[in-house]
């Protein structure tokens, strides 16, 4: 049986009826920048997180890099980021010019917050968290010490819609909640979109203003701002999915119980959920000592997995500016040697599920 690490086709599919017909409905309203479908999407999905305001943006990383901005937030600046996170979380700090500081992740592949505090120093500005692979990290601890040390919350959520802690969603506990809308995200438009959630209005209007070259009215320019709108159609066929976003969550729950209850195998470890903490699994990451040889093992059986990532951002090309080297964080590169994304994805049959935990259980290393 051939099982891919995703397929897209399958979310589409799964509502056809509704996305040709927003479709079709964008195409023929004649409005296809910044109209009614992004407003009424901001409006849908700032009332899904629970935050005030929400601005359409056209990428996640776009969305963490004017989140930064806007925090006033640039050149001899710090911010504290967790070291096994996407690039470009990163790199929406860097494009400002401020420096990331990495914090090695705890158990459950989150920000580890007892490691925190050690890292604050008096050019720190904020803390960004990552909720990596769906998971939401310990929020109590990283919003008390941003309330100690005076710092600022960013939070990436690109990988959590929907993921709570203690019952608040992820993207509500700071100044900014920063989302991907790409397609392979747990809510995914067909291109590329993205978001920021605040409750802050001055925030919400600096942003929709740089997303517009710095514009607020017309052809009045008072920052140099960028191109980075969320387009009608992509905003028109994520109010689709929105409303849809209940059972495609509950649908990775349960693809994920299945997996934690039938893949049995002492060389794998399973993903661990934190108390008070919810899970939306955009991913379902295992760790396995001998991972490289697994992977191979899996290909021969036509299952196709993928590393969520294989080189920390401390150790990539692009950074090194920053000067690290291999060994400055250790549980970040024992982990890029060791973690492995199974498939996972709105739509995967049962039976491709049982085939994946049947050949993980019979791998002997
Ligand atoms: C996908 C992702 C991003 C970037 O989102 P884009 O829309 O692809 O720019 C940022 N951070 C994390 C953790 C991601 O997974």
Not at 37 to 55: D, I, L, M, Q
Not at 76 to 87: A, C, R
Not at 96 to 110: L, R
Request: net charge negative.
């Amino acid at each position: 049986m051939k099982i891919m690490t995703n397929r897209l086709d399958r979310g589409f599919y799964k509502y056809q009826s509704e996305f040709e017909a927003k479709a079709l409905e964008v195409l023929r309203s004649g409005w296809y920048i910044l109209g009614k479908e992004v407003a009424a999407f901001e409006e849908e999905f700032a009332a899904y997180t629970g935050a005030k305001y929400c601005a359409g943006l056209a990428s996640g990383l776009d969305a963490l890099s004017l989140g930064v901005r806007v925090l006033d937030i640039g050149k001899g600046d710090e911010v504290l980021v967790q070291g096994n996170t996407y690039i470009a979380s990163v790199m929406g700090i860097t494009m400002n010019g401020a420096t990331p500081v990495f914090i090695e992740p705890d158990e459950y592949h989150q920000i580890d917050v007892t490691k925190l505090e050690a890292a604050i120093t008096d050019k720190t500005k904020a803390i960004m968290v990552v909720h990596l692979y769906g998971e939401a990290a310990k929020m109590d601890d990283v919003v008390a010490l941003c309330k100690k040390y005076n710092l600022k919350l960013i939070e990436d959520c690109a990988q959590s819609h929907g993921a709570c802690y203690d019952g608040k969603m992820t993207g509500t506990f700071g100044d900014i909640g920063c989302f991907s809308f790409y397609p392979s995200k747990n809510l995914g438009a067909f291109g590329d979109g993205g978001a920021i959630v605040t409750d802050n209005e001055e925030i919400l209007k600096k942003i929709k203003m740089l997303r517009n070259y710095g514009s607020d009215v017309r052809y009045y320019f008072r920052e140099v701002g960028l191109n980075s709108r969320l387009d009608e159609m992509q905003a028109g066929l994520l109010r689709v999915r929105l409303s849809h976003i209940g059972e495609l969550t509950k649908e990775r729950e349960e693809i994920a119980k299945r997996y934690l209850d039938g893949i049995n195998n002492p060389l794998i470890d399973l993903p661990k959920e934190r108390d008070g903490a919810t899970c939306v699994w955009h991913q379902f990451v295992i760790r396995c000592k001998t991972r490289d040889n697994l992977i191979k093992y899996l290909n021969d059986k036509e299952i196709s997995t993928i590393i969520h990532y294989p080189i920390p951002p401390h150790l990539s090309e692009c950074y090194e500016n920053l000067g690290h080297k291999k060994g400055d964080y250790p549980i970040t590169e024992q982990f890029a040697d060791e973690v492995l994304s199974i498939p996972m994805y709105n739509g995967i049959t049962k039976e491709e599920q049982d085939y994946v935990i049947e050949a993980l259980n019979a791998y002997k290393g």
